[in-house]
């Protein structure tokens, strides 16, 4: 939940940034809708925390992609392509934001949904 948690909320600041850059109005509302699903996407994982754990023990499981290395080197990585385009909003950089965004919708939020439930079975 920590890692679906942090790839949400990455997606959810970042996506604006590259929509700014878009003029194609249907383009523009897709992703306009991409941030409000990632943004309520969020917010029910955070209810199932807030609600399943227990108070004393919320603040691991939302830290825990920080303690684990895996999941803090995914995390850190894709928020690092996004912070390189925040900080120099270039054409290359612009397209590895995109590239960063298929990866993360179709690699590492499958991959944490998949082993969620690996963990369920």
């Not at 965004?101 to 369920?120: I, K, P, T, V």
Request: with cysteine.
């Amino acid at each position: 939940m920590s890692y679906l948690t942090f790839l949400d909320s990455v997606q959810t600041c970042n996506i604006p940034h590259i929509k700014s850059s878009i003029t194609a109005p249907e383009v523009s509302l897709c992703m306009a809708e991409q941030i409000s699903q990632e943004g309520m996407h969020n917010q029910s994982y955070q209810y199932i925390i807030e609600t399943v754990i227990p108070p004393e023990k919320r603040g691991a499981v939302y830290d825990f992609w920080r303690t684990d290395k895996v999941l803090r080197d995914r995390c850190q990585f894709i928020a690092g392509i996004y912070q390189q385009y925040v900080d120099h909003p270039t054409p290359e950089h612009y397209f590895v934001s995109l590239l960063a965004d298929f990866l993360l919708e179709g690699l590492y939020f499958y991959n944490g949904c998949a082993a969620r439930s690996a963990e369920m079975n």
